[in-house]
């Protein structure tokens, strides 16, 4: 029995180290997803100035 538990604990080290791993790849496609957002929203902020502008010029 304690060469049992001896082998399940590298075995438990391991599945914390992917759960670890798993969790900062969660983490960093988190952050990439929120940039990719934020920029979308920049672009369609700019799409939006650059629609009145042309508006206010054929109203000249």
């Known amino acids: 029995m304690q060469l049992r538990l001896s082998q399940a604990l590298p075995r438990t080290e391991v599945q914390v180290a992917r759960e670890a791993e798993k969790l900062r790849i969660a ?21 939006k100035a650059l629609r009145l502008a042309r508006l206010a010029q054929q109203q000249d």
Not at 29 to 46: C, G, H, V, Y
């Open 27 to 47: 983490q960093m496609a988190w952050t990439d997803l929120s940039d990719a957002n934020q920029m979308q929203d920049e672009k369609i902020d700019r799409l």
